[in-house]
């Protein structure tokens, strides 16, 4: 019983913490750390498909990605990997998942030597690896996991301004 009320506590804490009732998620990193983003990016909430924010990838865009912080990785279309003309690699199967109870398991994963987030300019210091999905819906173009297109650099996401944006 006693474990139970501290495993309750303790996810009420981390809840408190992850998704305040004013102002900005937020997510800290290493002191000295410098953003990744030029300037913020302005993200726009759809209430079928969530968080979503305009990317760029590799010059060509706009594309819709849903904001997953939970995400663990970015996905992208395969869809999108055909139109720009991506490099694939093989690697090995992963199962893709989320609160929906759909899965699907992919075993490629593109390289996008430059992501830019609100408009083409606005661009990612760092290349990002992203899973390629078959099955993602037609409308929604990939899923961007901020923890690691920002990495190792922080992020705030102002959910009453719209904005995403590199921690100063």
Do not use: Y
């Not at 998704?19 to 030029?38: D, E, I, K, N, Q």
């Not at 663990?72 to 199967?93: M, N, Y």
């Amino acid at each position: 019983m006693r474990a139970r009320l501290f495993i309750a506590a303790c996810a009420l804490a981390a809840m408190t913490w992850a998704v305040p009732t004013v102002r900005a998620a937020h997510f800290f990193s290493a002191p000295g750390a410098t953003a990744t983003l030029t300037k913020s990016a302005r993200v726009r909430v759809d209430h079928d498909r969530g968080l979503l924010v305009d990317a760029w990838l590799n010059g060509r865009g706009p594309f819709v990605f849903v904001v997953d912080t939970g995400a663990g990785l970015h996905i992208i279309s395969q869809r999108v990997v055909d139109e720009i003309g991506l490099p694939v690699k093989t690697v090995s199967p992963t199962v893709l998942g989320g609160l929906s109870s759909a899965r699907t398991t992919t075993n490629k994963e593109a390289t996008i030597n430059r992501l830019a987030l609100g408009d083409s300019s606005n661009a990612l210091s760092s290349r990002q690896l992203a899973l390629v999905a078959s099955n993602l819906p037609p409308d929604i173009d990939g899923v961007l996991d901020p923890t690691e297109a920002f990495a190792p650099n922080g992020f705030s996401i102002d959910m009453p301004g719209k904005i995403i944006a590199p921690l100063a």
